[in-house]
């Protein structure tokens, strides 16, 4: 914990620790699961299997391009696996932004659950 998170919870009353501790902030699973049950959840379950199936056939042409024997057959998958790599890598770059939203988000409903109990 860093110093805000101590400051906070020694200006916090009994109430306000047990909506501290239920909105506490998600690993990377967690968020990975709130990001299937949002609004986008479709999408990034597509983008899923999109990346095993990019990610097997990355698999093969690698296999394919080490077990090569002349010099087009290697050179041929070892441009594909490269490609295939280079596109796995921008299919999960494209989620962090959502997941850094997700983040935002749920931070900035716990803000307001802190703040509305305050005002009760």
Known sequence: M???DVR????????????LRASQQYGWRGLWRLMLRSRLGSVVKV???I?????VAAIWTAIQFF???DVLT??????SAATLVIL?????????PHMHAERLIR????????????TQ
């Not at 796995?88 to 962090?96: E, I, S």
């Not at 931070?107 to 305050?118: C, F, T, V």
Request: proline share 0%.
């Open 2 to 4: 860093d110093y805000l």
């Open 8 to 19: 906070v919870s020694e200006l916090v009353n009994d109430q306000d620790k047990h909506l």
């Open 47 to 49: 983008i899923f299997v």
């Open 51 to 55: 990346q095993f199936v990019v990610a």
């Open 67 to 69: 077990q090569a024997v």
């Open 74 to 79: 290697a050179v041929k998958y070892g441009i």
């Open 88 to 96: 796995l890598a921008m299919l999960q770059l494209a989620m962090m």
């Open 107 to 118: 931070a900035m409903k716990r803000m307001e659950i802190l703040l509305l109990s305050r």
